[in-house]
């Protein structure tokens, strides 16, 4: 195999295992099921990944390296954005990736998976969340004085996890409320509201 072909394979046997592992749980997903999901023989997942315990972990880096690097990426296309401009853009990025922000979710909330042995490989994003950096640098270049490690990984905690919060609450079909009768739940008004809490955040620093 070509080493496009076995990084494809190994991308749809990622793909395939966060899906199950949403859907069914740690226990309940089998290798044999992530295979065949991912139309790949079980010797594949075998080769790819030693463990479901590792398959798992795997699963949880890759969305968040994906998730980092394009932020990054956002980041590095627009040096100059103001930071509710960003959160804004965050906010819809999860939206449109909602599927798989709610399925991650769901692995991390599971009590399954997570050995003492295996740790999630933070990178270089001291600051949490993944793009975490990121949204440190649009700070640091917004605000003109110096702020404390302590108070960006505040600020940064205070920005990404209400966006987040919002784009999952927001991608369920229970919130997809009439505007005439739920007033405040508009993509407008939403999108004022992460604006309203970054000035909030920015001025505190």
Not at 133 to 148: G, K, Q
Not at 173 to 184: I, S
Not at 185 to 192: G, I, Q, S, V
């Amino acid at each position: 195999m070509t080493d496009a072909q076995i990084h494809e394979t190994k991308e749809k046997i990622l793909h395939a295992a966060r899906t199950l592992f949403a859907i069914k749980g740690f226990d309940g997903a089998s290798i044999r099921e992530i295979a065949a999901e991912a139309d790949v023989n079980i010797a594949a997942v075998n080769y790819h990944f030693t463990s479901k315990e590792l398959l798992f972990m795997q699963v949880i880096e890759w969305v968040f390296s994906d998730t980092t690097n394009k932020i990054r990426a956002r980041r590095a296309e627009n040096p100059q954005e103001k930071v509710e401009d960003l959160a804004v853009w965050l906010f819809n990025f999860f939206l449109e990736s909602s599927d798989i922000l709610r399925s991650v979710f769901k692995m991390m909330l599971s009590e399954k998976g997570w050995g003492e042995d295996i740790e999630c490989d933070k990178g270089d994003e001291k600051f949490g969340p993944p793009g975490g950096m990121a949204i440190a640098e649009a700070i640091s270049n917004e605000v003109n004085h110096t702020i404390s490690e302590a108070d960006m990984f505040w600020a940064v905690k205070m920005i990404f996890c209400p966006v987040v919060h919002m784009a999952l609450m927001y991608s369920n079909h229970f919130c997809n409320l009439p505007e005439d009768k739920f007033p405040y739940h508009d993509r407008k008004t939403l999108e004022a509201d992460i604006r309203r809490l970054v000035r909030v955040v920015l001025k505190d620093l």
